[in-house]
């Protein structure tokens, strides 16, 4: 039987920065993940100035710049859509930067799984955790984990402080007994990559009109096309490569019933010839996965046991994003830990759960309604074919769904959206 103060699963970009903090903070940590770096993970490879902010964070300055090779940086948001094109450049704000970064997840979940490891956290890779363990026959509190590594040797770690932050369908939390609220949002993307003159435009593009049943030369040529109340991306990447994807959400009737992939080419297929997309420039296969939202599975502290990012749902509904929330979950979480870790009590581990409640619990109830409505195809169009003629309205959306608000408010838009966020109650 092994020790540590800690024991993180999944070194995700929540599990890695967790596992740094906690060592940051003089912990003996260990972190265990089932793959070996580089891996790859479905995802955009997307970071908006939070998770840039979330970046800086955890000490990766050089990456939250967009400077080593294989990390671009961006000076804000194309949106397509109502027949506008609208170029949004990211706010200039007090808290936050004003500029986004894009990597593959390959190239950005390595970097912060060894800076967690160059911060003093030991990184198990190969290693697959199989369930937890027990402090008593009760099954009343977690004490550590049991895992199995690749060459079939198995054993148990125990520790204080266990993190679970092993992805959306979080085996660990169901384990626990812990499982998927399923009145709360969910997500499915997909997406590819594209060898692209698009990778040099210096933009994220984001896609508010997606349409299935296009048929060939995309939304022109198909007689039959039904709106789809999703959004789709295409954000450009170091090395000439575009991520390009699109999702929906369960709030929609088309949620079921669609091909993510055959949507996803007859999209492509409506590209400009001159943005070079094809199945001839196109790297690797589509791939898609879930986007678990709005704490779809709570609480984040059971049983002992922090779960932090996707394990939790905690996925922004208002944009997809999750890499940002996973990191601020974990400098929370570790906060949380180390204190209960010096004062040898249980105790101080409730501030994780408030401490994420406070945070975001008042934005994702209004995000919670906001899916709702864009679930409806009707309310979607109206509000594309409305608020992308008004650049006004479409920054104050911007913002909103990009959750970047000064805490002290400087103009109309972060009075409006922290007074709204503060009144609406964490649920
Ligand atoms: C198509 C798509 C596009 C997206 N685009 C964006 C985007 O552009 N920007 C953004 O911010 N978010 C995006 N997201 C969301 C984002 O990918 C997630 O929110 C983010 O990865 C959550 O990080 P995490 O650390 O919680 O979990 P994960 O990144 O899922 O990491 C979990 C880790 O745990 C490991 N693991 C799992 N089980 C075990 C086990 N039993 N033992 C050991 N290890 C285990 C896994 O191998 C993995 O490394 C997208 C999601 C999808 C599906």
New binding site residues.
């Given amino acids: 039987m092994e020790h540590a103060d800690a024991v993180v699963?999944?070194?995700?970009?929540?599990?890695?920065a967790a596992a740094h903090f906690l060592a940051e903070a003089g912990h003996d940590v260990v972190l265990?993940?089932?793959?070996s770096f580089p891996?790859d993970?479905?995802?955009?490879?997307?970071?908006?100035p939070r998770?840039v902010q979330a970046l800086r964070s955890v000490g990766l300055a050089d990456e939250a710049e967009g400077a080593p090779p294989g990390w671009q940086r961006q000076q804000g948001l194309r949106m397509y859509g109502g027949g506008v094109v609208l170029d949004l450049p990211w706010p200039q704000l007090e808290d936050w930067p004003a500029h986004s970064v894009t990597a593959t997840?390959a190239t950005m979940?390595e970097a912060l799984a060894r800076n967690a490891v160059k911060t003093g956290a030991h990184l198990w890779e190969r290693?697959?955790?199989?369930g937890p363990v027990w402090q008593r026959a009760s099954q009343r509190r977690v004490a550590g984990v049991r895992?199995r590594r690749e060459d079939g040797t198995e054993g148990e770690i125990r520790a204080p402080i266990v993190l679970a932050?092993?992805?959306?369908?979080?085996?660990?939390a169901v384990a626990l007994g812990l499982h998927r609220l399923e009145n709360r949002p969910m997500?499915?993307?997909?997406?590819a990559y594209y060898r692209s003159p698009r990778a040099e435009m210096g933009m994220m593009e984001g896609f508010l009109e997606l349409y299935r049943g296009m048929g060939e030369g995309g939304a022109e040529g198909g007689a039959k096309k039904e709106l789809l109340p999703g959004y789709g991306?295409i954000?450009p990447l170091d090395d000439g490569l575009v991520?390009v994807?699109w999702?929906l959400l369960n709030t929609s009737e088309h949620f079921r019933s669609t091909n993510y992939r055959r949507t996803l080419d007859e999209w492509v297929a409506g590209f400009p010839p001159e943005w070079g997309m094809s199945a001839a420039t196109r790297v690797g296969r589509p791939?898609?996965?879930?986007?678990p939202m709005a704490h779809n599975r709570k609480p984040p502290l059971y049983r002992g046991a922090m779960l932090?990012?996707?394990?939790a749902g905690?996925?922004n509904p208002f944009n997809?994003?999750?890499?940002?929330?996973?990191i601020e979950a974990a400098a929370f979480a570790a906060e949380a830990a180390d204190t209960a870790l010096r004062a040898r009590s249980d105790g101080p581990l409730l501030r994780y759960e408030r401490a994420v409640a406070d945070a975001w619990g008042g934005y994702y109830t209004l995000g919670r309604i906001f899916v709702d409505l864009i679930g409806q195809p009707a309310v979607m169009r109206f509000c594309t074919e409305h608020g992308m003629p008004r650049p006004a309205l479409m920054r104050f959306v911007f913002r909103m769904m990009a959750h970047l608000t000064d805490r002290r408010p400087k103009d109309l838009t972060d009075a409006v959206l922290n007074t709204l966020s503060r009144a609406v109650p964490a649920a």
């Fill in positions: 699963v999944g070194a995700g970009p929540g599990g890695s265990i993940e089932k793959e891996r993970k479905v995802c955009g490879d997307g970071l908006t998770a997840r979940d290693t697959e955790v199989t895992y932050a092993d992805g959306g369908s979080s085996r660990f997500g499915v993307a997909i997406r991306w954000f991520n994807g999702g791939r898609s996965a879930g986007l932090v990012g996707d394990a905690m996925v997809g994003e999750g890499i940002s929330y996973a």
